[in-house]
T-cell receptor, first 115, second 114 residues
Framework: DAKTTQPTSMDCAEGRAANLPCNHS???????VYWYRQIHSQGPQYIIH???NNETNEMASLIITEDRKSSTLILPHATLRDTAVYYC????????????????FGQGTILTVHP | DVKVTQSSRYLVKRTGEKVFLECVQD?????MFWYRQDPGLGLRLIYF???????EKGDIPEGYSVSREKKERFSLILESASTNQTSMYLC?????????????FGPGTRLTVL
Protein backbone atom coordinates (compact mmCIF):
# COMPACT_ATOMS: atom_id res chain seq x y z
CA ASP A 1 0.00 0.00 0.00
CA ALA A 2 1.21 3.49 -0.82
CA LYS A 3 2.54 5.55 2.06
CA THR A 4 0.86 8.84 2.90
CA THR A 5 2.25 12.02 4.43
CA GLN A 6 0.08 14.57 6.23
CA PRO A 7 0.88 17.68 8.29
CA THR A 8 0.83 17.01 12.00
CA SER A 9 -1.63 19.77 12.83
CA MET A 10 -3.67 22.58 11.31
CA ASP A 11 -5.92 25.35 12.59
CA CYS A 12 -9.03 26.78 11.00
CA ALA A 13 -11.49 29.52 11.93
CA GLU A 14 -15.10 28.50 12.34
CA GLY A 15 -17.10 29.11 9.16
CA ARG A 16 -14.05 29.10 6.93
CA ALA A 17 -12.98 26.30 4.61
CA ALA A 18 -10.55 23.75 6.02
CA ASN A 19 -8.15 22.36 3.41
CA LEU A 20 -6.29 19.26 4.55
CA PRO A 21 -3.47 18.06 2.29
CA CYS A 22 -2.14 14.55 1.81
CA ASN A 23 0.86 13.38 -0.20
CA HIS A 24 0.84 9.87 -1.69
CA SER A 25 3.56 10.01 -4.34
CA UNK A 26 3.90 6.21 -4.62
CA UNK A 27 0.22 5.58 -5.31
CA UNK A 28 -0.46 2.96 -7.95
CA UNK A 29 -3.12 3.01 -10.64
CA UNK A 30 -5.70 0.88 -8.86
CA UNK A 31 -5.41 2.50 -5.44
CA UNK A 32 -8.07 4.81 -4.07
CA VAL A 33 -7.64 7.67 -1.61
CA TYR A 34 -9.83 7.37 1.49
CA TRP A 35 -10.39 9.92 4.22
CA TYR A 36 -11.52 9.19 7.74
CA ARG A 37 -11.67 11.30 10.86
CA GLN A 38 -11.78 10.53 14.55
CA ILE A 39 -13.26 12.89 17.07
CA HIS A 40 -11.84 12.52 20.56
CA SER A 41 -13.11 9.39 22.38
CA GLN A 42 -15.29 8.32 19.44
CA GLY A 43 -14.93 5.69 16.73
CA PRO A 44 -13.45 6.68 13.36
CA GLN A 45 -15.84 8.09 10.78
CA TYR A 46 -15.64 7.48 7.03
CA ILE A 47 -15.73 10.74 5.09
CA ILE A 48 -15.10 10.23 1.39
CA HIS A 49 -12.96 8.40 -1.14
CA UNK A 50 -11.91 8.81 -4.77
CA UNK A 51 -9.75 7.39 -7.53
CA UNK A 52 -8.86 10.26 -9.87
CA ASN A 53 -11.87 12.50 -10.29
CA ASN A 54 -12.87 15.07 -7.73
CA GLU A 55 -15.58 13.85 -5.40
CA THR A 56 -18.13 15.64 -3.24
CA ASN A 57 -20.64 14.44 -0.68
CA GLU A 58 -22.61 16.03 2.12
CA MET A 59 -19.58 16.09 4.40
CA ALA A 60 -16.68 17.18 2.24
CA SER A 61 -14.99 17.50 -1.14
CA LEU A 62 -11.95 15.55 -2.28
CA ILE A 63 -9.60 17.08 -4.84
CA ILE A 64 -7.03 14.71 -6.37
CA THR A 65 -4.24 16.14 -8.51
CA GLU A 66 -3.96 15.02 -12.09
CA ASP A 67 -0.84 12.96 -11.40
CA ARG A 68 -2.61 11.50 -8.33
CA LYS A 69 0.41 12.09 -6.14
CA SER A 70 -1.46 14.30 -3.72
CA SER A 71 -4.97 15.18 -2.64
CA THR A 72 -6.83 17.72 -0.53
CA LEU A 73 -9.84 17.17 1.67
CA ILE A 74 -12.00 20.28 1.87
CA LEU A 75 -14.51 20.96 4.63
CA PRO A 76 -16.28 23.94 3.08
CA HIS A 77 -17.61 25.59 6.25
CA ALA A 78 -15.80 24.21 9.24
CA THR A 79 -17.59 24.06 12.60
CA LEU A 80 -16.30 23.40 16.09
CA ARG A 81 -17.61 19.83 15.75
CA ASP A 82 -15.14 19.25 12.91
CA THR A 83 -12.23 19.37 15.38
CA ALA A 84 -10.74 15.88 15.02
CA VAL A 85 -7.82 13.85 13.73
CA TYR A 86 -8.10 13.38 9.96
CA TYR A 87 -6.56 10.34 8.30
CA CYS A 88 -5.69 9.92 4.65
CA UNK A 89 -5.35 6.29 3.51
CA UNK A 90 -4.50 4.76 0.17
CA UNK A 91 -5.84 1.29 -0.58
CA UNK A 92 -6.99 -0.90 -3.41
CA UNK A 93 -10.77 -0.56 -3.20
CA UNK A 94 -11.86 -4.13 -3.70
CA UNK A 95 -10.94 -6.83 -1.25
CA UNK A 96 -8.97 -9.72 -2.60
CA UNK A 97 -5.75 -11.58 -2.09
CA UNK A 98 -4.03 -10.15 0.94
CA UNK A 99 -6.26 -7.07 0.96
CA UNK A 100 -9.02 -8.13 3.32
CA UNK A 101 -10.33 -4.78 4.40
CA UNK A 102 -7.80 -3.92 7.08
CA UNK A 103 -7.66 -0.20 7.79
CA UNK A 104 -4.38 1.19 9.02
CA PHE A 105 -4.22 4.77 10.17
CA GLY A 106 -1.02 6.79 10.19
CA GLN A 107 -0.50 9.78 12.48
CA GLY A 108 -3.06 11.91 10.67
CA THR A 109 -3.63 15.66 10.92
CA ILE A 110 -5.05 17.17 14.09
CA LEU A 111 -7.48 19.83 12.87
CA THR A 112 -8.51 22.40 15.45
CA VAL A 113 -11.40 24.68 14.55
CA HIS A 114 -11.42 27.94 16.54
CA PRO A 115 -14.45 30.13 17.27
CA ASP B 1 -27.68 6.34 8.43
CA VAL B 2 -25.70 3.24 9.21
CA LYS B 3 -25.81 2.47 12.86
CA VAL B 4 -23.18 0.34 14.55
CA THR B 5 -23.74 -0.16 18.24
CA GLN B 6 -21.52 -1.73 20.85
CA SER B 7 -22.79 -3.24 24.07
CA SER B 8 -20.82 -1.06 26.48
CA ARG B 9 -18.87 2.21 26.34
CA TYR B 10 -16.82 1.37 29.42
CA LEU B 11 -16.04 -2.00 30.95
CA VAL B 12 -13.86 -3.03 33.89
CA LYS B 13 -12.92 -6.68 34.30
CA ARG B 14 -10.49 -8.71 36.36
CA THR B 15 -7.59 -10.77 35.08
CA GLY B 16 -8.71 -14.23 34.03
CA GLU B 17 -12.35 -13.33 33.44
CA LYS B 18 -14.07 -14.25 30.17
CA VAL B 19 -15.22 -11.07 28.47
CA PHE B 20 -17.86 -10.67 25.77
CA LEU B 21 -18.02 -7.57 23.58
CA GLU B 22 -21.08 -7.34 21.37
CA CYS B 23 -21.50 -5.39 18.15
CA VAL B 24 -24.68 -4.94 16.13
CA GLN B 25 -25.16 -3.21 12.78
CA ASP B 26 -28.50 -2.36 11.26
CA UNK B 27 -27.66 -1.99 7.56
CA UNK B 28 -27.45 -5.61 6.41
CA UNK B 29 -23.69 -5.29 5.87
CA UNK B 30 -21.74 -8.39 4.85
CA UNK B 31 -18.42 -7.44 6.43
CA MET B 32 -17.76 -6.86 10.10
CA PHE B 33 -14.48 -6.10 11.85
CA TRP B 34 -13.01 -5.91 15.33
CA TYR B 35 -10.08 -3.56 15.93
CA ARG B 36 -8.25 -2.38 18.98
CA GLN B 37 -6.74 1.07 19.23
CA ASP B 38 -3.85 1.93 21.52
CA PRO B 39 -1.81 5.15 21.82
CA GLY B 40 1.27 4.98 19.64
CA LEU B 41 0.17 1.71 18.00
CA GLY B 42 -2.78 3.00 16.04
CA LEU B 43 -5.58 0.77 14.81
CA ARG B 44 -4.92 -2.97 14.72
CA LEU B 45 -7.24 -5.58 13.21
CA ILE B 46 -8.10 -8.50 15.49
CA TYR B 47 -10.66 -10.47 13.46
CA PHE B 48 -13.03 -9.89 10.61
CA UNK B 49 -15.99 -11.68 9.09
CA UNK B 50 -17.32 -11.47 5.55
CA UNK B 51 -20.38 -13.64 6.07
CA UNK B 52 -22.42 -15.39 8.72
CA UNK B 53 -20.39 -18.06 10.49
CA UNK B 54 -17.29 -17.01 8.57
CA UNK B 55 -14.30 -15.51 10.34
CA GLU B 56 -10.75 -14.65 9.46
CA LYS B 57 -7.83 -13.74 11.69
CA GLY B 58 -6.44 -10.27 11.50
CA ASP B 59 -3.02 -9.19 12.68
CA ILE B 60 -3.41 -9.80 16.42
CA PRO B 61 -5.89 -12.66 17.04
CA GLU B 62 -4.04 -14.24 19.97
CA GLY B 63 -6.13 -14.27 23.12
CA TYR B 64 -9.34 -13.47 21.25
CA SER B 65 -12.10 -15.36 19.49
CA VAL B 66 -15.18 -14.23 17.61
CA SER B 67 -18.66 -15.39 16.79
CA ARG B 68 -21.02 -14.43 14.01
CA GLU B 69 -24.19 -16.45 14.24
CA LYS B 70 -26.38 -13.77 12.69
CA LYS B 71 -25.53 -11.29 9.95
CA GLU B 72 -26.10 -8.23 12.10
CA ARG B 73 -24.14 -9.35 15.16
CA PHE B 74 -20.40 -9.89 15.61
CA SER B 75 -19.10 -10.79 19.05
CA LEU B 76 -15.55 -10.55 20.34
CA ILE B 77 -14.58 -12.87 23.17
CA LEU B 78 -11.57 -12.52 25.42
CA GLU B 79 -11.14 -16.06 26.66
CA SER B 80 -9.12 -15.12 29.74
CA ALA B 81 -8.64 -11.39 30.08
CA SER B 82 -5.15 -10.09 30.75
CA THR B 83 -3.90 -6.62 31.62
CA ASN B 84 -2.30 -6.21 28.19
CA GLN B 85 -5.78 -6.41 26.68
CA THR B 86 -6.69 -3.10 28.30
CA SER B 87 -7.58 -1.04 25.24
CA MET B 88 -10.22 0.71 23.17
CA TYR B 89 -12.12 -1.88 21.13
CA LEU B 90 -13.79 -0.75 17.94
CA CYS B 91 -16.29 -2.64 15.84
CA UNK B 92 -16.87 -1.71 12.20
CA UNK B 93 -18.96 -2.90 9.27
CA UNK B 94 -18.94 -2.40 5.51
CA UNK B 95 -21.48 -3.38 2.95
CA UNK B 96 -19.69 -5.76 0.61
CA UNK B 97 -16.43 -6.69 -1.07
CA UNK B 98 -16.56 -3.66 -3.39
CA UNK B 99 -17.03 -1.20 -0.56
CA UNK B 100 -14.91 -3.01 1.97
CA UNK B 101 -12.92 0.09 2.95
CA UNK B 102 -16.01 2.25 3.50
CA UNK B 103 -16.23 1.13 7.08
CA UNK B 104 -18.71 2.41 9.63
CA PHE B 105 -17.52 2.28 13.20
CA GLY B 106 -19.27 1.94 16.48
CA PRO B 107 -18.54 4.30 19.41
CA GLY B 108 -16.00 1.92 20.93
CA THR B 109 -15.70 0.05 24.20
CA ARG B 110 -12.97 1.15 26.56
CA LEU B 111 -11.97 -2.02 28.40
CA THR B 112 -9.84 -1.96 31.52
CA VAL B 113 -8.48 -5.25 32.85
CA LEU B 114 -7.29 -5.09 36.45
Amino acid sequence: DAKTTQPTSMDCAEGRAANLPCNHSTISGNEYVYWYRQIHSQGPQYIIHGLKNNETNEMASLIITEDRKSSTLILPHATLRDTAVYYCIVRVAIAGGTSYGKLTFGQGTILTVHP
Amino acid sequence: DVKVTQSSRYLVKRTGEKVFLECVQDMDHENMFWYRQDPGLGLRLIYFSYDVKMKEKGDIPEGYSVSREKKERFSLILESASTNQTSMYLCASSSDRVAIFEQFFGPGTRLTVL
